[in-house]
């Protein structure tokens, strides 16, 4: 598959011509262009606004890596671009949208709405709604969709979501507290302070199932509560 570079004049309407002569690189090595025969250029002209070059011909390899490092070019004269690789990022990033799609048109229900929350959506109570903007982000954005959809804690990331609605979870004096036991500055820390206490994880879920509210509270026994140092 052919490889293919553009050099583009920064005002083709008005460039006569542009040439580049040999120069020492911002390391201080000098830096010539050499032709099919070997022999070193006194200069390159540009002719045209647009320039493409083919990666698979040797001499067009070397007029890259010499343009590419030039004062002109760092001067703004003209931009050099990889447009394979433009390319190339452009259909990956369609491929993940459509991956990212046909996982979010599978979901169901119940991982809509627990999306929405990791996501930060607006609170909703039609599910058609709710559905079509998770798919939106899939689409528009299907490395952060990917990203929640396969965090590895985005199970407890949920819960943590629900018990800082029911206040389980309270921010007092810029820390994160479970009744009075400071979990952390952050919710990640709270995510770090579950997994040291998955008894208490455990007990939490089973009590945010039942229809009562619960209230936090650092006296819960038989189960063991590490508390992070201050």
């Known amino acids: 598959m052919p490889h293919f570079v553009t050099i583009t004049a920064k005002k083709p309407k008005k460039m006569g011509f542009l040439s580049f002569s040999s120069y020492n690189n911002r390391k201080g090595i000098r830096q010539e262009l050499v032709d ?4 070193v250029m006194r200069e390159f002209t540009m002719e045209r606004p647009v320039l493409t070059l083919n990666l698979d011909n040797d001499f067009h390899v070397r007029l890259y890596e010499f343009i590419k490092d030039h004062p002109l070019t760092h001067q703004g004269l003209v931009k050099v671009e990889d447009q394979t690789e433009k390319e190339m990022l452009v259909a990956e990033q369609a491929i993940n949208s459509a991956d990212a799609v046909i996982i979010a048109a599978k979901m169901n229900t119940k991982e809509y709405r627990d999306f929405a929350k990791l996501a ?33 804690d985005k199970e407890m990331r949920t819960f943590l979501h629900d018990a800082i609605s029911s206040k389980i979870f309270q921010f007092s004096n810029g820390t994160w507290k479970y009744g009075n036991i400071n979990v952390g500055l952050t919710k990640d820390s709270i995510i770090v302070w579950l997994k040291d206490n998955i008894d208490v994880y ?3 879920k089973n009590e945010m199932r039942k229809p009562k509210k619960i209230k936090a509270t650092n006296k819960m026994k038989p189960v063991k509560i590490k508390e992070i140092d201050d």
């Open 36 to 39: 099919n025969n070997g022999l």
């Open 120 to 152: 930060g959506f607006g609170q909703t109570s039609n599910d058609e709604v709710l559905k079509s903007k998770v798919i939106k982000m899939a689409y528009d954005n299907p490395t952060k969709f990917l990203g929640i959809y396969h965090d590895d």
């Open 202 to 204: 455990a007990l939490l």
